[in-house]
């Protein structure tokens, strides 16, 4: 207990045994003590109630009030919660200023704010962007359900998803189709939500007219090249065996360019299109023509196996899973040194099936794994060359992946191996049709 409670404790019940004593006092003098020291009690008692009432008048008032002079417990506490009242003012006051400082903050942000009760997925807040970007109206839109208010934007399955929902990255204003917003929604707490909406209309630009620049430079070269290859093929090294080597590695990086440009215009055409024509694709055959195919880029130099085990078919493009696959497979053999084993499993897992190509070959390091499947990335840019890589294998990979609504899940330790895994959900799995199967063998 602090000093001055502590005293004035002791100074109220030195008040109290004042008032018993002369009250015994005067009752024995005039010979009625009891009936004197209880009407004194029940006066003290009186008293108390008096000056609890005045507390209680001064927690449920809005106004400050000065406390009395004097001493006492109840003076202490006249004190104590006058100081108290200061105090929670004066926090108030710096709460309020916080509050305005950062509505002030939020409304200056170019992106939409939405918080969003989780349950029932009404409007709880939103800042000035949201008018501009989302059409919110304040205060109409308080408290309705933000499905029904960015209509047509189909994102109520989208925000059933919660803490799992992935951004959506380009979608059109509901005010204004000609802008492309990215929407974001970050769980913050158990009951709301944060949706963040950012105009990205300009990156879209910008990326639409990348594409634009990749695909027309890549179709004006491709005839070009296809002229050099031409000339290169009708030159006979025989003719001038000086010029051999100089042909051979003319010809080998025509090649090599050449390459490069289809793998351009594969990358452009996957990120033109927002679907693909699909099929049932049959994963035996294509199982058999990647073994093949590495069989043919390794010249033997590799072990090559096959694990079938799933036992199913995917439902998908067959043109661009090949191609998806055979890029993998290419990988593997050409940076995995003679001598070294190419695994290719298709197998089962609780949420889908996977076919992960796997190597032994010289590894990655784990630095360069977040940015594996980016354009043109490479790891090692004098043995991509040595192996005649592009640097787009594994960016066509991801494209075709996405498009089928699978993911690229890479593991790899320099010096042991990588291993490369295609997975896809149950929706992608189709029972396979032995029959069809039989015939293809016989």
């Known amino acids: 207990m602090p000093n001055a409670a502590h005293s004035a404790w002791l100074k109220t019940l030195g008040q109290l045994a004042l008032v018993l004593i002369g009250a015994s006092v005067l009752g024995f003098a005039i010979g009625k003590p009891w009936p ?3 009407c004194s009690a029940l006066g003290v008692v009186a008293w108390h ?10 927690l449920t008032a809005r106004q400050r009030f000065a406390p009395d002079d004097g001493f006492g417990v109840w003076n202490e506490l006249d004190h104590l919660l ?5 105090e929670m003012r004066a926090r108030k006051r710096r709460l309020i200023d916080m509050l305005r400082a950062y509505r002030a903050a939020t ?25 501009r970007l989302l059409g919110l109206r304040y205060p109409r839109d308080l408290g309705a359900a933000l499905g029904d208010r960015l209509q047509p934007l189909p994102i109520a399955h989208w925000l059933t998803a919660g803490r799992h929902a992935e951004p959506l990255l380009d979608i059109p204003s509901p005010t ?38 990749v695909a027309n430079v890549s179709h004006e070269l491709r005839t070009p090249l296809t002229v050099i290859h031409g000339y290169l093929d009708m030159l006979e090294p025989a003719d001038k065996p000086e010029w051999a ?28 299109q927002e679907t693909l024509p699909e099929e049932i694709v049959a994963m035996a055959p294509m199982l058999s023509t990647l073994k093949r195919e590495a069989e043919a880029l390794s010249q033997h130099r590799h072990t090559i196996a096959i694990d079938d085990l799933a036992g199913v078919d995917l439902w998908g493009s067959t043109k661009e899973l090949h191609s998806a696959f055979s890029n993998l497979v290419s990988n593997a ?39 594996i499947t980016e354009r043109f990335y490479r790891v090692s840019t004098s043995r991509s060359r ?45 029972a396979r049709d032995h029959a069809l199967l039989s015939e293809e063998h016989a």
């Open 36 to 38: 004197v020291i209880t």
């Open 333 to 371: 053999i050409r940076y995995t040194a003679a001598g070294g084993d190419i695994r290719i499993r298709f197998v089962s897992e609780h949420d889908g099936v996977s076919l992960a190509v796997q190597d032994t070959g010289y590894g990655i390091p784990a630095a360069h794994l977040p940015r």
């Open 386 to 430: 040595e192996s005649g890589g592009t640097g787009l294998g594994l960016s066509i990979v991801k494209h075709v992946l996405n498009l089928h609504q699978a993911r690229l899940e890479i593991d790899s330790e320099v010096g042991r191996g990588s291993r490369f895994a295609c997975r896809f959900g149950r929706e992608r799995i189709r």
């Open 176 to 213: 204004q189709p000609e802008l492309r917003l990215s929407l974001r929604l970050i769980p913050y707490s158990d009951e709301l939500w944060l949706l963040v909406a950012r105009d990205v209309s300009k990156l879209m630009r910008l990326e639409q007219m990348r594409r634009d620049f």
């Open 245 to 272: 080597p100089m042909l051979a590695e003319m010809q080998r990086q025509s090649q090599r360019m050449t390459q490069l440009v289809e793998d351009l215009l594969t990358l452009s055409r996957l990120e033109a």
């Open 49 to 58: 109630y008096w000056k609890l009432r005045g507390v209680l008048l001064r």
């Open 82 to 86: 006058y100081r108290s009242q200061n």
């Open 107 to 131: 409304a200056a942000l170019p992106d939409a704010i939405v918080v969003v009760e989780r349950n029932s997925q009404r409007i709880q807040w939103f800042n000035e962007a949201a008018n």
